[in-house]
Nanobody
Framework: QVQLVESGGGLVQAGGSLRLSCAAS????????MAWFRQAPEKEREFVAA????????YYADSVKGRFTISRDNAKNTVYLQMHSLKPEDTANYYC??????????????????????WGQGTEVTVSS
């Protein structure tokens, strides 16, 4: 069992930056692929970014590419989402997720919420115009 706790959300003006953190419990953090998803009010949860086990491979939604950066520190059991040039449409609850399934076919399923086994409670990001 892995517990994920997000932090770093808040209110920011358009054009600003935030860094989200997701702290994971357990000793096997490095064996999980990690991802960030977000869900805006009355919208479906959507993929934001993902990072493979060693951090060598990263994936991004087109809507955040070039503005957001996902990274991980396996020594600290933490994954980060650095967000720059924030827009009002980035307003959402941001969720951290962990995938324990291993590398098989990960490149074809990283964007699916069903690929992830563990989820945090979310941290709210509000971008004002």
């Amino acid at each position: 069992q892995v517990q994920l706790v997000e932090s770093g959300g808040g209110l920011v003006q358009a054009g600003g930056s935030l860094r989200l953190s997701c702290a994971a419990s357990g000793r096997t953090f490095s064996s999980y692929a990690m991802a960030w998803f977000r869900q805006a009010p009355e919208k479906e949860r959507e993929f934001v970014a993902a990072i493979a086990w060693s951090g060598g491979l990263t994936y991004y939604a087109d809507s955040v590419k070039g503005r957001f950066t996902i990274s991980r520190d396996n020594a600290k059991n933490t994954v980060y989402l650095q967000m720059h040039s924030l827009k009002p449409e980035d307003t959402a609850n941001y969720y951290c997720a962990a995938d324990r399934s291993g590398p098989i076919n990960y490149s074809t399923r990283y964007y699916r919420s069903s690929s992830y086994d563990y989820w945090g409670q979310g941290t709210e990001v509000t971008v004002s115009s």
